[in-house]
Protein backbone atom coordinates (compact mmCIF):
# COMPACT_ATOMS: atom_id res chain seq x y z
CA UNK A 1 0.00 0.00 0.00
CA UNK A 2 0.95 3.88 -0.98
CA UNK A 3 2.30 5.31 2.18
CA UNK A 4 0.59 8.69 0.45
CA UNK A 5 -3.24 8.36 -0.73
CA UNK A 6 -2.65 9.74 -4.38
CA UNK A 7 -6.53 10.84 -6.12
CA UNK A 8 -7.26 9.27 -9.27
CA UNK A 9 -10.58 10.97 -10.82
CA UNK A 10 -13.33 9.53 -12.39
CA UNK A 11 -12.27 11.64 -15.50
CA UNK A 12 -8.57 10.04 -15.38
CA UNK A 13 -10.39 6.89 -15.09
CA UNK A 14 -12.29 7.30 -18.16
CA UNK A 15 -9.42 7.58 -19.63
CA UNK A 16 -6.93 5.53 -18.40
CA UNK A 17 -9.90 2.86 -19.19
CA UNK A 18 -9.88 4.23 -23.28
CA UNK A 19 -5.75 3.76 -22.88
CA UNK A 20 -5.70 0.69 -21.95
CA UNK A 21 -8.60 -0.70 -24.37
CA UNK A 22 -8.80 1.32 -27.27
CA UNK A 23 -5.84 -0.11 -29.71
CA UNK A 24 -4.99 2.70 -32.52
CA UNK A 25 -3.69 -0.09 -34.70
CA UNK A 26 -6.23 -2.42 -34.96
CA UNK A 27 -8.30 -0.35 -37.19
CA UNK A 28 -6.87 -1.47 -40.55
CA UNK A 29 -7.17 -5.02 -39.99
CA UNK A 30 -10.57 -4.67 -38.41
CA UNK A 31 -11.60 -3.06 -41.94
CA UNK A 32 -9.85 -5.69 -44.03
CA UNK A 33 -12.46 -8.25 -42.91
CA UNK A 34 -15.50 -6.62 -45.29
CA UNK A 35 -18.54 -5.64 -44.85
CA UNK A 36 -19.14 -8.41 -42.74
CA UNK A 37 -17.13 -6.74 -40.17
CA UNK A 38 -20.31 -4.60 -38.71
CA UNK A 39 -22.15 -8.16 -38.16
CA UNK A 40 -18.64 -8.92 -36.45
CA UNK A 41 -18.62 -6.26 -34.56
CA UNK A 42 -22.48 -6.68 -33.33
CA UNK A 43 -21.70 -10.28 -32.51
CA UNK A 44 -18.77 -9.51 -30.22
CA UNK A 45 -20.37 -6.38 -28.73
CA UNK A 46 -23.45 -8.19 -27.95
CA UNK A 47 -21.46 -11.61 -26.89
CA UNK A 48 -18.62 -10.24 -25.31
CA UNK A 49 -17.56 -6.90 -24.45
CA UNK A 50 -20.90 -5.86 -22.92
CA UNK A 51 -20.95 -8.86 -20.44
CA UNK A 52 -17.31 -8.81 -20.14
CA UNK A 53 -17.49 -5.26 -18.87
CA UNK A 54 -20.64 -6.07 -16.47
CA UNK A 55 -18.32 -8.53 -14.87
CA UNK A 56 -15.30 -7.08 -14.46
CA UNK A 57 -17.38 -3.92 -12.71
CA UNK A 58 -19.08 -6.63 -10.52
CA UNK A 59 -15.70 -8.64 -9.56
CA UNK A 60 -13.78 -5.41 -9.27
CA UNK A 61 -16.13 -4.10 -6.69
CA UNK A 62 -17.87 -6.85 -4.91
CA UNK A 63 -14.16 -8.77 -4.61
CA UNK A 64 -12.18 -5.58 -4.41
CA UNK A 65 -8.23 -5.72 -4.42
CA UNK A 66 -5.26 -4.91 -6.33
CA UNK A 67 -5.35 -8.52 -7.28
CA UNK A 68 -7.80 -8.25 -9.75
CA UNK A 69 -8.39 -11.63 -11.27
CA UNK A 70 -6.03 -13.51 -9.19
CA UNK A 71 -8.02 -12.46 -6.59
CA UNK A 72 -11.26 -13.24 -8.20
CA UNK A 73 -10.34 -16.81 -9.68
CA UNK A 74 -8.72 -17.97 -6.05
CA UNK A 75 -12.00 -16.91 -4.45
CA UNK A 76 -13.86 -19.36 -7.03
CA UNK A 77 -11.23 -22.43 -7.90
CA UNK A 78 -8.25 -21.87 -5.19
CA UNK A 79 -4.73 -20.96 -5.40
CA UNK A 80 -3.34 -23.05 -8.51
CA UNK A 81 -6.46 -21.99 -11.22
CA UNK A 82 -5.64 -18.34 -9.70
CA UNK A 83 -1.78 -19.17 -10.01
CA UNK A 84 -2.18 -20.12 -13.52
CA UNK A 85 -4.19 -16.97 -14.51
CA UNK A 86 -1.45 -14.62 -12.99
CA UNK A 87 1.12 -17.04 -14.73
CA UNK A 88 -0.55 -16.30 -18.74
CA UNK A 89 -1.71 -12.98 -17.47
CA UNK A 90 2.28 -12.00 -16.57
CA UNK A 91 4.36 -14.01 -19.42
CA UNK A 92 2.04 -12.17 -22.23
CA UNK A 93 3.37 -8.87 -21.26
CA UNK A 94 7.20 -8.86 -21.92
CA UNK A 95 6.41 -10.78 -24.99
CA UNK A 96 3.67 -7.66 -25.89
CA UNK A 97 6.38 -5.12 -24.99
CA UNK A 98 8.77 -7.00 -27.77
CA UNK A 99 6.52 -6.99 -29.96
CA UNK A 100 5.79 -3.20 -29.51
CA UNK A 101 9.22 -1.93 -29.74
CA UNK A 102 9.77 -4.06 -32.64
CA UNK A 103 6.90 -2.38 -34.20
CA UNK A 104 8.33 1.50 -33.16
CA UNK A 105 11.31 0.86 -35.21
CA UNK A 106 9.29 -0.08 -38.00
CA UNK A 107 7.25 2.76 -37.45
CA UNK A 108 10.33 5.05 -37.75
CA UNK A 109 11.53 3.31 -40.73
CA UNK A 110 7.64 3.88 -42.33
CA UNK A 111 7.81 7.59 -41.40
CA UNK A 112 11.18 8.57 -42.81
CA UNK A 113 11.42 6.00 -45.53
CA UNK A 114 15.03 4.74 -44.71
CA UNK A 115 16.27 1.25 -42.84
CA UNK A 116 17.35 1.46 -39.56
CA UNK A 117 20.97 0.00 -39.08
CA UNK A 118 21.30 -3.00 -36.71
CA UNK A 119 22.53 -0.80 -33.87
CA UNK A 120 20.34 2.31 -34.77
CA UNK A 121 17.02 -0.31 -34.18
CA UNK A 122 19.01 -2.32 -30.97
CA UNK A 123 18.96 1.43 -29.22
CA UNK A 124 15.52 2.25 -30.26
CA UNK A 125 14.26 -0.85 -28.83
CA UNK A 126 16.51 -0.64 -25.67
CA UNK A 127 15.15 3.07 -24.87
CA UNK A 128 11.50 2.58 -24.98
CA UNK A 129 11.59 -1.05 -23.29
CA UNK A 130 13.68 1.10 -19.94
CA UNK A 131 11.76 3.72 -20.81
CA UNK A 132 8.43 1.75 -20.31
CA UNK A 133 9.93 -0.38 -17.53
CA UNK A 134 10.63 3.19 -15.17
CA UNK A 135 7.17 4.33 -16.06
CA UNK A 136 6.17 0.87 -14.06
CA UNK A 137 7.59 2.01 -11.50
CA UNK A 138 4.46 4.60 -10.90
CA UNK A 139 1.16 3.59 -9.37
CA UNK A 140 -1.72 4.60 -12.15
CA UNK A 141 -2.74 7.85 -10.06
CA UNK A 142 0.83 9.14 -10.34
CA UNK A 143 1.65 8.54 -14.05
CA UNK A 144 -2.73 9.06 -14.44
CA UNK A 145 -1.50 12.28 -17.43
CA UNK A 146 0.44 9.55 -19.33
CA UNK A 147 -2.67 7.57 -19.76
CA UNK A 148 -4.78 11.05 -20.02
CA UNK A 149 -2.31 12.33 -23.32
CA UNK A 150 -2.24 8.53 -24.33
CA UNK A 151 -5.88 8.23 -24.56
CA UNK A 152 -6.76 11.67 -26.09
CA UNK A 153 -4.22 11.22 -28.89
CA UNK A 154 -6.25 7.48 -29.77
CA UNK A 155 -8.95 9.50 -29.86
CA UNK A 156 -7.48 11.91 -32.41
CA UNK A 157 -5.87 9.43 -34.26
CA UNK A 158 -9.13 7.44 -34.78
CA UNK A 159 -11.51 10.11 -34.98
CA UNK A 160 -9.09 11.71 -37.90
CA UNK A 161 -9.32 8.77 -39.68
CA UNK A 162 -13.11 9.03 -38.83
CA UNK A 163 -13.66 12.19 -40.89
CA UNK A 164 -11.49 11.50 -43.67
CA UNK A 165 -13.47 8.23 -44.52
CA UNK A 166 -16.79 10.07 -44.30
CA UNK A 167 -15.14 13.05 -46.58
CA UNK A 168 -14.71 10.78 -49.08
CA UNK A 169 -17.66 8.82 -48.73
CA UNK A 170 -19.99 12.46 -49.41
CA UNK A 171 -17.89 13.54 -51.75
CA UNK A 172 -16.84 10.75 -53.64
CA UNK A 173 -19.45 8.36 -52.73
CA UNK A 174 -18.41 4.53 -51.14
CA UNK A 175 -15.17 2.49 -52.26
CA UNK A 176 -16.99 -0.85 -51.57
CA UNK A 177 -20.50 -1.06 -53.31
CA UNK A 178 -22.73 -3.48 -51.33
CA UNK A 179 -23.79 -6.49 -54.06
CA UNK A 180 -26.18 -8.38 -51.87
CA UNK A 181 -27.09 -9.20 -48.56
CA UNK A 182 -24.72 -12.00 -48.68
CA UNK A 183 -21.91 -8.98 -48.39
CA UNK A 184 -22.92 -8.48 -44.78
CA UNK A 185 -22.68 -12.64 -43.66
CA UNK A 186 -19.96 -13.71 -41.63
CA UNK A 187 -18.14 -17.11 -42.79
CA UNK A 188 -19.68 -16.69 -45.86
CA UNK A 189 -17.21 -17.73 -48.66
CA UNK A 190 -17.44 -16.52 -51.98
CA UNK A 191 -18.92 -19.76 -53.47
CA UNK A 192 -21.42 -20.34 -50.95
CA UNK A 193 -19.79 -22.27 -48.82
CA UNK A 194 -18.65 -22.01 -45.42
CA UNK A 195 -15.09 -20.10 -45.00
CA UNK A 196 -14.16 -21.74 -41.45
CA UNK A 197 -10.94 -19.00 -41.67
CA UNK A 198 -13.39 -16.22 -41.01
CA UNK A 199 -13.35 -17.50 -37.05
CA UNK A 200 -9.79 -15.86 -36.49
CA UNK A 201 -11.43 -12.41 -36.91
CA UNK A 202 -12.76 -13.49 -33.65
CA UNK A 203 -9.56 -13.55 -31.77
CA UNK A 204 -8.65 -10.07 -33.17
CA UNK A 205 -11.90 -8.78 -32.43
CA UNK A 206 -11.74 -10.03 -28.57
CA UNK A 207 -7.95 -8.62 -28.08
CA UNK A 208 -9.62 -5.11 -29.13
CA UNK A 209 -11.28 -5.27 -25.93
CA UNK A 210 -9.54 -6.41 -23.52
CA UNK A 211 -8.60 -4.65 -20.69
CA UNK A 212 -11.45 -4.14 -18.33
CA UNK A 213 -10.25 -6.02 -15.22
CA UNK A 214 -7.43 -3.57 -15.31
CA UNK A 215 -9.41 -0.91 -13.81
CA UNK A 216 -10.49 -3.39 -10.71
CA UNK A 217 -6.50 -2.75 -9.38
CA UNK A 218 -7.17 0.56 -9.42
CA UNK A 219 -9.28 0.06 -6.46
CA UNK A 220 -7.41 1.72 -3.68
CA UNK A 221 -5.89 4.56 -6.38
CA UNK A 222 -9.78 5.69 -6.24
CA UNK A 223 -11.60 8.27 -3.61
CA UNK A 224 -15.52 6.15 -4.40
CA UNK A 225 -13.78 2.86 -6.39
CA UNK A 226 -17.48 1.34 -5.56
CA UNK A 227 -19.06 4.27 -7.84
CA UNK A 228 -16.02 4.98 -9.97
CA UNK A 229 -14.86 1.60 -11.16
CA UNK A 230 -18.41 0.54 -12.77
CA UNK A 231 -18.47 4.52 -14.21
CA UNK A 232 -15.12 4.23 -15.35
CA UNK A 233 -15.66 0.75 -17.38
CA UNK A 234 -19.22 1.80 -18.41
CA UNK A 235 -18.31 5.00 -19.72
CA UNK A 236 -14.93 4.17 -21.18
CA UNK A 237 -16.88 1.21 -22.93
CA UNK A 238 -18.54 3.43 -24.57
CA UNK A 239 -16.17 5.78 -26.01
CA UNK A 240 -13.99 2.55 -26.93
CA UNK A 241 -17.28 1.24 -29.05
CA UNK A 242 -17.48 4.27 -31.00
CA UNK A 243 -13.88 4.32 -31.77
CA UNK A 244 -13.89 1.21 -32.94
CA UNK A 245 -16.36 0.84 -35.09
CA UNK A 246 -16.37 4.39 -36.59
CA UNK A 247 -13.04 4.31 -38.24
CA UNK A 248 -13.24 1.01 -38.99
CA UNK A 249 -16.34 1.80 -41.13
CA UNK A 250 -14.58 5.11 -42.16
CA UNK A 251 -11.38 3.22 -43.61
CA UNK A 252 -14.33 0.30 -45.09
CA UNK A 253 -16.33 2.99 -46.99
CA UNK A 254 -13.21 4.90 -48.11
CA UNK A 255 -10.97 2.32 -49.62
CA UNK A 256 -11.65 -0.75 -51.73
CA UNK A 257 -10.96 -3.37 -49.42
CA UNK A 258 -8.41 -5.18 -52.06
CA UNK A 259 -6.06 -1.98 -50.59
CA UNK A 260 -6.43 -2.90 -46.88
CA UNK A 261 -3.98 -6.14 -46.05
CA UNK A 262 -4.28 -7.71 -42.50
CA UNK A 263 -1.30 -6.59 -41.44
CA UNK A 264 -1.99 -3.17 -42.45
CA UNK A 265 -0.64 -0.73 -39.93
CA UNK A 266 -2.00 2.70 -38.64
CA UNK A 267 0.23 5.00 -40.65
CA UNK A 268 -1.12 2.70 -43.83
CA UNK A 269 -4.25 3.38 -43.25
CA UNK A 270 -3.90 7.35 -43.21
CA UNK A 271 -1.82 6.95 -46.24
CA UNK A 272 -4.37 5.29 -48.28
CA UNK A 273 -7.33 7.72 -46.99
CA UNK A 274 -5.23 10.81 -47.82
CA UNK A 275 -4.12 10.07 -51.01
CA UNK A 276 -8.24 8.68 -51.83
CA UNK A 277 -9.10 12.30 -50.60
CA UNK A 278 -6.43 13.74 -53.05
CA UNK A 279 -4.26 15.00 -50.77
CA UNK A 280 -0.75 15.87 -52.70
CA UNK A 281 2.36 13.22 -51.69
CA UNK A 282 3.98 15.86 -49.58
CA UNK A 283 1.58 16.61 -47.83
CA UNK A 284 0.89 13.15 -47.06
CA UNK A 285 4.10 12.44 -45.91
CA UNK A 286 4.51 15.64 -43.01
CA UNK A 287 1.00 14.20 -42.05
CA UNK A 288 2.34 10.83 -41.64
CA UNK A 289 5.49 11.76 -39.34
CA UNK A 290 3.03 13.70 -37.26
CA UNK A 291 0.54 10.66 -36.81
CA UNK A 292 3.46 8.26 -36.51
CA UNK A 293 5.49 10.20 -33.80
CA UNK A 294 1.73 10.77 -31.91
CA UNK A 295 0.92 7.13 -32.23
CA UNK A 296 4.49 6.15 -30.31
CA UNK A 297 3.62 8.09 -28.18
CA UNK A 298 0.40 5.68 -27.49
CA UNK A 299 2.44 2.41 -27.52
CA UNK A 300 4.07 4.39 -24.17
CA UNK A 301 0.93 5.58 -22.71
CA UNK A 302 -0.51 2.03 -23.53
CA UNK A 303 1.88 -0.09 -21.79
CA UNK A 304 2.46 2.56 -19.07
CA UNK A 305 -1.34 2.17 -18.49
CA UNK A 306 -1.26 -1.51 -18.04
CA UNK A 307 1.85 -1.91 -16.00
CA UNK A 308 0.55 -1.62 -12.54
CA UNK A 309 -2.28 -4.06 -13.51
CA UNK A 310 -0.07 -6.71 -14.46
CA UNK A 311 2.28 -6.48 -12.03
CA UNK A 312 0.24 -6.15 -9.34
CA UNK A 313 -1.80 -9.59 -10.09
CA UNK A 314 1.73 -11.62 -9.96
CA UNK A 315 2.75 -10.03 -7.04
CA UNK A 316 -0.33 -11.12 -5.23
CA UNK A 317 0.49 -14.69 -6.45
CA UNK A 318 3.99 -14.21 -5.12
CA UNK A 319 2.76 -12.79 -1.76
CA UNK A 320 0.53 -16.39 -1.75
CA UNK A 321 3.64 -18.46 -1.84
CA UNK A 322 3.05 -19.44 -5.79
CA UNK A 323 5.56 -17.39 -7.41
CA UNK A 324 9.47 -16.16 -6.12
CA UNK A 325 9.66 -14.58 -2.97
CA UNK A 326 11.04 -11.48 -4.77
CA UNK A 327 8.42 -11.18 -7.13
CA UNK A 328 6.53 -9.82 -4.28
CA UNK A 329 8.59 -6.93 -2.99
CA UNK A 330 6.81 -3.08 -3.63
CA UNK A 331 8.51 0.12 -2.84
CA UNK A 332 7.62 2.86 -0.76
CA UNK A 333 4.52 3.73 -3.19
CA UNK A 334 2.83 -0.09 -3.01
CA UNK A 335 4.18 -0.61 -6.54
CA UNK A 336 5.84 -3.95 -6.89
CA UNK A 337 8.64 -3.02 -8.59
CA UNK A 338 10.38 -6.46 -8.59
CA UNK A 339 8.39 -7.91 -10.97
CA UNK A 340 8.62 -5.04 -13.23
CA UNK A 341 12.22 -5.63 -13.74
CA UNK A 342 12.55 -9.28 -14.03
CA UNK A 343 9.40 -7.70 -16.82
CA UNK A 344 12.36 -5.26 -18.10
CA UNK A 345 15.11 -7.90 -17.96
CA UNK A 346 12.97 -10.50 -20.32
CA UNK A 347 11.07 -7.87 -22.49
CA UNK A 348 15.18 -6.66 -23.46
CA UNK A 349 16.28 -10.75 -23.65
CA UNK A 350 13.01 -10.84 -26.32
CA UNK A 351 13.91 -8.25 -28.16
CA UNK A 352 17.91 -8.31 -28.81
CA UNK A 353 17.43 -12.21 -29.83
CA UNK A 354 14.53 -10.89 -32.03
CA UNK A 355 16.87 -8.47 -33.67
CA UNK A 356 19.46 -10.36 -33.92
CA UNK A 357 17.56 -13.46 -35.66
CA UNK A 358 16.03 -10.52 -38.30
CA UNK A 359 19.36 -10.03 -38.79
CA UNK A 360 21.13 -13.43 -39.73
CA UNK A 361 17.93 -14.53 -41.20
CA UNK A 362 16.39 -11.38 -43.09
CA UNK A 363 14.76 -14.30 -46.13
CA UNK A 364 12.92 -15.79 -43.59
CA UNK A 365 10.03 -14.48 -43.12
CA UNK A 366 8.62 -16.14 -40.59
CA UNK A 367 11.64 -15.23 -38.24
CA UNK A 368 12.34 -12.12 -39.36
CA UNK A 369 9.04 -10.85 -39.00
CA UNK A 370 9.38 -10.49 -35.20
CA UNK A 371 6.40 -8.25 -33.72
CA UNK A 372 3.99 -11.10 -35.29
CA UNK A 373 6.18 -13.51 -33.55
CA UNK A 374 5.92 -12.31 -30.63
CA UNK A 375 2.38 -10.91 -30.54
CA UNK A 376 0.88 -13.81 -31.48
CA UNK A 377 2.37 -15.89 -28.74
CA UNK A 378 1.63 -12.34 -26.50
CA UNK A 379 -2.36 -12.48 -27.83
CA UNK A 380 -2.81 -17.02 -27.09
CA UNK A 381 -1.69 -16.22 -23.56
CA UNK A 382 -3.50 -13.49 -23.01
CA UNK A 383 -6.23 -15.15 -24.23
CA UNK A 384 -5.48 -17.80 -21.68
CA UNK A 385 -5.35 -16.26 -19.21
CA UNK A 386 -9.19 -14.98 -19.76
CA UNK A 387 -10.48 -18.22 -19.37
CA UNK A 388 -10.89 -19.33 -15.64
CA UNK A 389 -12.29 -15.30 -15.07
CA UNK A 390 -15.17 -15.78 -16.66
CA UNK A 391 -16.25 -19.48 -14.82
CA UNK A 392 -15.07 -17.21 -12.00
CA UNK A 393 -18.20 -15.10 -12.34
CA UNK A 394 -20.53 -18.03 -12.96
CA UNK A 395 -19.86 -19.47 -9.43
CA UNK A 396 -18.64 -16.27 -7.37
CA UNK A 397 -22.32 -14.70 -8.80
CA UNK A 398 -24.57 -17.26 -7.33
CA UNK A 399 -22.86 -16.67 -3.94
CA UNK A 400 -24.57 -13.22 -3.89
CA UNK A 401 -23.28 -9.75 -3.04
CA UNK A 402 -20.48 -9.29 -0.82
CA UNK A 403 -20.23 -5.46 -0.88
CA UNK A 404 -24.13 -4.29 -0.79
CA UNK A 405 -23.05 -0.96 -2.33
CA UNK A 406 -20.81 -2.42 -4.50
CA UNK A 407 -21.56 -2.86 -8.45
CA UNK A 408 -24.09 -5.85 -9.30
CA UNK A 409 -25.34 -7.18 -11.82
CA UNK A 410 -29.21 -7.98 -11.26
CA UNK A 411 -29.57 -11.49 -13.42
CA UNK A 412 -31.34 -14.50 -12.80
CA UNK A 413 -29.79 -18.18 -13.08
CA UNK A 414 -30.43 -18.54 -16.85
CA UNK A 415 -28.83 -15.02 -18.06
CA UNK A 416 -25.78 -15.27 -15.39
CA UNK A 417 -25.17 -18.52 -17.01
CA UNK A 418 -25.19 -17.28 -20.54
CA UNK A 419 -23.12 -13.97 -19.66
CA UNK A 420 -20.58 -16.47 -18.44
CA UNK A 421 -20.60 -19.03 -20.54
CA UNK A 422 -21.24 -16.71 -24.07
CA UNK A 423 -17.83 -15.12 -23.76
CA UNK A 424 -16.16 -18.16 -22.55
CA UNK A 425 -17.30 -20.23 -25.73
CA UNK A 426 -16.05 -17.02 -27.67
CA UNK A 427 -12.48 -17.07 -25.89
CA UNK A 428 -12.07 -20.95 -27.15
CA UNK A 429 -13.20 -20.25 -30.52
CA UNK A 430 -10.63 -16.82 -30.48
CA UNK A 431 -8.19 -19.52 -29.04
CA UNK A 432 -8.46 -22.64 -31.44
CA UNK A 433 -8.25 -20.22 -34.66
CA UNK A 434 -5.28 -18.16 -33.41
CA UNK A 435 -3.65 -21.25 -33.15
CA UNK A 436 -5.08 -23.10 -36.29
CA UNK A 437 -6.31 -20.61 -38.60
CA UNK A 438 -7.55 -22.91 -40.95
CA UNK A 439 -8.77 -26.39 -40.82
CA UNK A 440 -6.31 -27.90 -42.52
CA UNK A 441 -2.90 -29.59 -42.27
CA UNK A 442 -0.95 -27.40 -43.60
CA UNK A 443 -2.02 -24.41 -41.70
CA UNK A 444 -0.92 -26.40 -38.90
CA UNK A 445 2.47 -26.71 -39.92
CA UNK A 446 2.57 -23.51 -40.82
CA UNK A 447 1.50 -22.26 -37.66
CA UNK A 448 3.52 -25.22 -35.53
CA UNK A 449 5.89 -22.56 -34.22
CA UNK A 450 3.40 -20.77 -32.28
CA UNK A 451 1.95 -23.94 -31.45
CA UNK A 452 4.93 -25.54 -29.83
CA UNK A 453 5.66 -22.14 -28.32
CA UNK A 454 2.19 -21.89 -26.51
CA UNK A 455 2.77 -25.52 -25.47
CA UNK A 456 6.22 -24.35 -23.59
CA UNK A 457 4.63 -21.18 -21.82
CA UNK A 458 1.89 -23.79 -20.32
CA UNK A 459 4.75 -26.46 -18.96
CA UNK A 460 6.89 -23.57 -17.65
CA UNK A 461 4.18 -22.42 -15.75
CA UNK A 462 2.74 -25.90 -14.81
CA UNK A 463 6.65 -26.96 -13.36
CA UNK A 464 6.63 -23.84 -11.75
CA UNK A 465 3.28 -23.61 -10.33
CA UNK A 466 3.38 -27.39 -8.47
CA UNK A 467 7.25 -26.83 -7.41
CA UNK A 468 5.50 -23.70 -5.36
CA UNK A 469 2.20 -25.65 -4.43
CA UNK A 470 4.79 -28.05 -3.08
CA UNK A 471 6.81 -25.72 -1.31
CA UNK A 472 3.86 -24.12 0.15
CA UNK A 473 1.97 -27.97 1.42
CA UNK A 474 5.38 -27.63 3.04
CA UNK A 475 5.47 -24.22 5.07
CA UNK A 476 1.78 -25.20 6.10
CA UNK A 477 2.49 -28.77 7.53
CA UNK A 478 5.60 -27.30 9.62
CA UNK A 479 3.86 -24.11 10.95
CA UNK A 480 0.94 -27.04 12.06
CA UNK A 481 3.89 -29.21 13.67
CA UNK A 482 5.55 -26.29 15.20
CA UNK A 483 1.79 -24.97 16.60
CA UNK A 484 1.26 -29.16 17.95
CA UNK A 485 5.14 -28.54 19.39
CA UNK A 486 4.11 -25.19 21.60
CA UNK A 487 1.30 -26.60 22.30
CA UNK A 488 2.75 -29.77 24.07
CA UNK A 489 0.31 -32.49 21.86
Known amino acids: ?98 SLADLITTLIMEMFGFEMEMWMVLAVQVFYIVLVTVLGMLRISQSDWVANIGAIIKIAILGGIGALGIYILVTKGTANPVEGWQDFVPLLGTDGGIDWAGLSFVSLIIFNMLGFEVVGTFYDDMDKPKKQIPQAIILG ?23 IATDSGLLNAWQILLANAGIGVEVIQAIVVVVGGAFILT ?21 DGMFPKSWKKRNKDGVPYMVGVWTGIVSLILAV ?56 VKVGPILRWLMGLIPLLLLFVSLFFTLVPELSWEAIEGNMV ?18 MSRKDRQKKLARKQKAALKAGK
Open 1 to 98: MPKKKYKFRLFSAVLATVCIILVADAVAPTAAIGHSMYLWWAIMLIGFFVPYALISAELGTQYPSEGGMYTWVKKAFGKKWASRVAWFYWVNYPLWIA
Open 237 to 259: GILIAVFYILPSFALGVGTEFSE
Open 299 to 319: LISNVSSWNFGVYSVIAYAAE
Open 353 to 408: AGIVIAYVFPDMEELSNMFWAFFSLSLTCLLLSYIPMFAAYIKLHKNGKQVQNGYW
Open 450 to 467: LIVSTAVCIAIGEVMIMN
